[in-house]
């Protein structure tokens, strides 16, 4: 991973400002870093590489979605089953 990655890592306290979506309203921001977030880890598990670049998607959605939408999943994994609770 580049030095300059890991410098932003390291720096991170928010999610920056995203031009793609200008509004107070950040809920399609969230759902859209989710979604870069699995297929950053999807692309790279596939090509054998490192997936820690895919960590700034990660903190990002974590930061900018509820606490609700990003807990459940971490907190019960074994409830979901192709994206169905049992």
């Given amino acids: 991973m580049s030095q300059d990655m890991k410098e ?13 979506f200008p509004n107070q309203n950040q809920t399609r921001n969230c759902w859209q870093n989710y979604l870069d977030f ?21 903190r990002v ?10 807990g459940i999943r971490s907190i019960y994994p074994s409830l979901y089953v192709y994206n169905k609770i049992v």
Avoid: I, M, N
């Fill in 8 to 20: 932003k890592l390291e720096k991170y306290r928010t999610a920056p400002f995203d031009a793609r």
């Fill in 38 to 58: 699995h297929r950053c880890q999807k692309a790279l598990t596939t090509k054998g590489t490192d997936v820690t670049p895919c960590d700034w998607y990660l």
């Fill in 61 to 70: 959605y974590k930061s900018l979605c509820p606490v609700s939408w990003v």
